[in-house]
């Protein structure tokens, strides 16, 4: 399904990054990490073509990671508990955000939807030029 493409889990839950991780490379996708600090996040992005990333917004650094991929049109799912900070309010229809707990095959297919609205928005971007 992931066609291995390479997946960001920015996640401080060992367990819930390992399950991640067990569910993406079932689903033919790479991990990268998961990484819990912002400079483990910055220095993935830095070095690998990420295709996707879920992310754990009440992580330090959160917001940074979740704006730069945004930035990137990286499609997104963002986890939390407590509602998103202000300063992630403009993401629109760039990113999914579920409530924790969250199963991992949920975050998953959550994933393939923002990749296909992702492959979608380029496409009908390409339309137009």
């Not at 790479?30 to 912002?38: K, S």
């Not at 297919?109 to 009908?124: K, M």
Request: aromatic residues 2%; negative net charge; hydrophobic residues 45%.
């Amino acid at each position: 399904m992931l066609n291995s493409m390479t997946i960001l889990i920015f996640d401080g839950s060992g367990y819930s990054g390992l399950d991640l991780s067990e569910a993406i490379e079932e689903s033919d996708g790479r991990v990268a990490g998961p990484v819990a600090t912002l400079s483990e996040a910055l220095t993935i992005l830095d070095s690998v073509d990420v295709g996707g990333a879920i992310v754990d917004c009440e992580l330090p650094g959160a917001s940074e990671v979740v704006l730069l991929l945004a930035e990137r049109d990286v499609p997104l799912v963002i986890q939390t508990s407590v509602a998103l900070p202000q300063s992630l309010g403009d993401l629109g229809e760039r990113a999914s955000v579920l409530t924790r707990p969250v199963d991992p095959r949920t975050l998953l297919e959550t994933l393939l939807i923002e990749v296909a609205r992702s492959e979608l928005r380029a496409s009908n971007m390409l339309g137009k030029v």
